[in-house]
């Protein structure tokens, strides 16, 4: 009986909708570089209804050890199916596992990521990284803070919608601090900061980016909940692209 209880899944499926106004990401200003040459009237922005599906699979499995107590997997398969834009409908497979690791004075999770994507159902980038993340409880006991380092090793293919997709192959590495505070059962707020540097084989795919964000989240009466997530991110190229 107690081995049947070290182990724990669960599965979870949603579906939605989102819209664009700017799905092509043109300039607001209606004007792009082509050699450093400003030039205009060649598009325009161009709006989208994309129609998400993201379904998970969570599971853990608790080794009755007093120090490595945890194994854990996760996979989730996402899609999003653009009404216009079809060369930018996506496909993604995400994995992660990893071990929970307890100490007299903080919590080490390693794990391991491999991240596939398709975009209008052609291989685009396969994504490995491994990470570190230590984690310890502060001051109230509903506040928890952590920091999280990470390496990885991006590989992109050329296709007929992005055929210089393979220049932004390359490592990155990322950093990120962040906590939570517990107010209630029914109310929790966390916040992040996450520093990413990209390597890539042309300066201008190449960043150092700036993420900042929170999330509120409220549980409400009938098994209902709501939450707030609100981002800023900032990235800083190496060099312009000529085109």
Avoid: C
């Avoid at 398969?77 to 216009?84: F, T």
């Avoid at 060369?87 to 080490?108: H, R």
């Avoid at 990120?176 to 540097?197: D, H, M, T, V, W």
């Avoid at 409400?220 to 060099?239: C, H, K, M, V, W």
């Amino acid at each position: 009986e107690n081995r049947q209880k070290r182990g724990k899944g669960a599965v979870t499926f949603t579906a939605g909708m989102h819209y664009d106004s700017n799905r092509n990401a043109f300039p607001k200003d209606g004007i792009l570089e082509v050699l450093s040459v400003p030039v205009s009237g060649l598009g325009d922005e161009e709006n989208d209804i994309g129609w998400l599906t993201v379904g998970t699979l969570e599971y853990r499995y608790d080794t009755h050890l007093q120090r490595a107590r945890e194994v854990f997997f996760n996979g989730t398969v996402y899609s999003d199916e653009q009404v216009e834009h079809d060369n930018l409908d996506t496909l993604a497979f995400l994995l992660d596992g990893g071990l929970v690791y307890e100490t007299d004075f903080l919590t080490a999770t390693p794990k391991l990521r491999y991240n596939k994507i398709f975009l209008d159902r052609l291989n685009y980038a396969d994504d490995v990284s491994a990470a570190l993340r230590l984690e310890r409880r502060l001051l109230a006991p509903g506040f928890l803070a952590y920091v999280e380092a990470g390496f990885g090793y991006e590989q992109f293919n050329d296709t007929g919608n992005f055929p210089f997709a393979s220049e932004q192959d390359g490592t990155y590495s990322t950093i990120q601090i962040g906590g939570s505070y517990i107010f209630n059962p029914k109310l929790r707020f966390e916040a992040s900061y996450r520093f990413r540097s990209k390597n890539a084989e042309v300066d201008f795919e190449a960043y150092e980016g700036h993420l900042v964000s929170g999330r509120l989240a409220m549980v409400l009466p009938r098994s209902t909940f709501l939450i707030l997530d609100a981002s800023y991110e900032r990235q800083n190229y190496d060099g312009p692209d000529p085109f």
